[in-house]
């Protein structure tokens, strides 16, 4: 069939953006109990909620959460950690309230914590030989003084079923003194707890420290040993073998490796240049779980990519798993079952069930109906030169569209995507907002800039004391490498980023002239505001990026956008969640009005309901499509879609 010629950014597409809301829903984090599977699914067509879905043995798959709750814990603002399950009760956080919940199996959910509006909780182990409950506590109930974060421990009932009395849970501090807790892990004869420690200023994949404490008969901590970790070394992921040895990830050789405590002696199983861990933005993160007592299912990341193997702790012999899954999260294990979150550039994520041996069987895969695969864009790793004689990292995904073409003589606009965090990664997972654009003739690079998981800690260190200045470089060196290569058209090129991203976008558009607009997504303007204003969790992340405040108080000015708009010109769309509590609206608003009086084309979007991150269907349909209109007016195409207009100021 002949291809219609058309130009680049008007082909029709069957990604619309309600196809993109449908596939919006978010998997998290995966649990196994007795013979069953458990997740959270989030739903944005349910106004961002998130429920609990369980999977039987015969594969039949139901919804736990009863419609008027919400799965969701607020602890770092980011929360992760909000459920488990243990014997067929199912434990989680409420989001309206913060509350833990214990639901039987087929029951309704009754409150186990006490009315105590402020008291957040999350990454929950149950201690079925004292019937508590032990997790993190983060406690806001001081509103003049910094939250205060613990390990407790929540009385569950008198025998060795949940309590059904609701708030009858007590609740008692096990540690506290420690600015942040994390990863609570019980060993299985309950007489020790391992868990997670850090102090301002230090973020989870800068320096952790791991804690471990002997338990009386009751419960009390008693001796308390630090074990490893601290200046300069990230612990992740606790867990206790069958045979109740304490193993976890490290990063002490420069790469986050599994390793093991016995004797009083710590020992790598594996040294290998691959990440084992992953930065702890949430909690209950897993990458590694127990097939047998020397037999480790785990998940290890190689220039941006996941695999899947099996360890054998004895030999130190790593066997790879071969699937396509190139993004691996949650991974746990059932039997001889591995289960894990796991996506490809080719399929969209799922939860995914693997018996090694055998093909992988999907229980819960998100993938638009009827879409042949000659329409997806797949990610190509890229490498290419950047600043201070560096090398930088990418995903790049051509235009795509097996029905059109553009004239031999267009080259297509280029979206630079710049991933949050920004200790964090671009994902190589099929995501239809990236199809979004390539099947209209966008091409997309998701630049890993310096800084960015992946690529070991000296990459995610090359940041420190330089974001605001690497970060936006490699932003640029990739746009650069992608027109010095002819692929892209130098006049039509745009950055886009959400959060941390969103400063990148905003620092790349007013002390540079590579691009030629921009989309900034709750990002940040004003250093000096985010360093005074923020969240605890975050609250003295600069301190390593940028440097100690208020004593560098002049690089914070000098690298905030805000104070420099004069210098920009491009043309910039703004979309804030009006209820973030992470980067408050004040800082888009102040760069928007900043803007409008410099006479820079500008739209400013708002959402009433949303905060760090749109979880609503609307909020994301009418995001997607204002910025596609946005980029049509600007650059003068006709889009096949009908499009809502938007107001731009100075255009």
Known sequence: MSRYTLPFGSWPSPFSSDAVVA??????????????????????????????????????????????????????????????????????????????????????????????????????????????????????????????????????????????????????????????????????????????????PDMPWDATRLMLATRSHAGELGSVSHLCGGDNESIFQPRWSPDNE????????????????????????????????????????????FLDSTHVATAYCQRGLWQLGILDTVSAQLTAIDTPYTEINDLQVLDNQIVFHGGAPDRAAGIVNIVPGQSPTLLNQKQPDQIDASWYAVAKPIAFPTTAGDQAHALYYAPTNPDCQADNAERPPLIVRVHGGPTAGASSALDLRTQFWTSRGFAVCDVNYRGSTGYGRAYRQRLNGQWGVYDVADC?????????????????????????????????????????????????????????????????????????????????????????????????????????????????EKMVDALKQRGAPVAYLTFAHEQHGFRQADSIKRALEAELYFYATLFGFAPADELEPIAIDNL
């Open 476 to 588: 640029e060196c990739a746009a650069r490498y992608l027109i010095d290569s002819g692929a892209v058209d130098p006049e039509r090129t745009i950055i886009r980023g959400s959060s941390a991203g969103g400063y990148s976008v905003l620092s790349a558009l007013t002390f540079g002239d590579t691009f030629k607009a921009g989309a900034s997504l709750y990002g940040i303007s004003n250093l000096e505001t985010l360093a005074q204003d923020t969240h605890k969790f975050e609250s003295r992340y600069l301190d390593r990026l940028v440097g100690p405040f208020p004593a560098d108080r002049e690089t914070y000015y000098q690298r905030s956008p805000i104070h420099f708009v004069d210098k920009m010109s491009a043309a910039t769309i703004f979309f804030q969640g009006l209820e973030d509590k992470v980067v408050p609206p004040e800082q888009a």
């Open 246 to 289: 304490l193993y976890f990830v490290s990063d002490r050789s420069g790469w986050w490796n599994l390793h093991r405590w016995r004797d009083g002696v710590i020992n790598p199983v594996l040294e290998m240049d691959a990440e084992f861990g992953q930065p702890q933005w949430v909690f209950s993160r897993s990458t590694y779980a």
């Open 23 to 200: 596939a919006a829903t978010g998997l998290g984090q995966v649990v196994t109990d007795l013979n069953s599977i458990y997740w959270l699914e989030n739903r944005p067509q349910e106004q961002g909620r998130s429920v609990i879905m369980c999977a039987d043995s015969d594969g039949a798959i139901t919804v736990v959460t009863p419609a008027s709750f919400n799965v969701r814990s607020r602890v770092h603002e980011y929360g992760g950690g909000a459920f488990t399950v243990k014997d067929g009760h199912v434990y989680f956080v409420n989001d309206a309230d913060q509350r833990i919940y214990t639901q039987r199996p087929d029951g309704v959910p009754t409150a186990l914590t006490p009315e105590q509006p402020g008291a957040r909780y999350c990454d929950m182990v149950i201690d079925r030989r004292r019937n508590t409950l032990i997790c993190v506590q983060e406690d806001h109930r001081d509103d003049q003084r910094e939250a205060i974060n613990r390990l407790v421990s929540i009385a569950l009932g008198q025998t060795h079923e949940p309590c059904i009395e609701s708030g009858s849970g007590s609740v008692s501090v096990l540690m506290e003194g420690a600015d942040f807790y994390a990863s609570p892990a019980l060993g299985h004869d309950g007489q020790a707890l391992a868990w997670l420690e850090w102090d301002h």
